[in-house]
């Protein structure tokens, strides 16, 4: 893969998982699923905190699985695990600072986030 494909793509409207974004670990197919769920959640009910906390507390725990899955391969780089967690760390700085009522701009932005990194940044797993 290594950038050999498109670097901007398309974001699904409704904002559905779907097979395009397969890495074909299953269970992170799922949790990604779970992401996207989550953030359609709160893109149709921008007033509900709760909504947003359960964002936060997916996307933690995906990444921290997902790192874990990640750096403790022996087929992965170090250089690549370091930068996937930094890519991790700097949309998880501003995700911290969602908060009810969200700014539709703020949601579309970590959709777009998702889609992005998922295709451009996981895809080096598969």
Wanted: net charge negative; with cysteine; aromatic share 14%.
């Amino acid at each position: 893969y290594k950038y050999q494909l498109p670097t901007s793509h398309k974001v699904p409207e409704p904002y559905v998982w779907s097979e395009q974004f397969a890495v074909f670990y299953k269970y992170l197919d799922d949790e990604h699923v779970v992401l996207f769920d989550a953030l359609r959640a709160v893109e149709e009910d921008l007033m509900s905190q709760d909504k947003v906390e359960t964002l936060k507390n997916v996307m933690r725990d995906h990444f921290i699985h997902e790192e874990k899955h990640v750096c403790e391969s022996k087929e992965i780089s170090w250089e690549y695990c370091k930068d996937h967690k930094r890519k991790h760390v700097l949309f998880s700085e501003r995700l911290a600072k969602m908060d009810a009522p969200v700014d539709m701009s703020e949601i579309k932005w970590a959709q777009d986030w998702l889609a992005q990194h998922i295709m451009n940044t996981d895809f080096g797993y598969r």
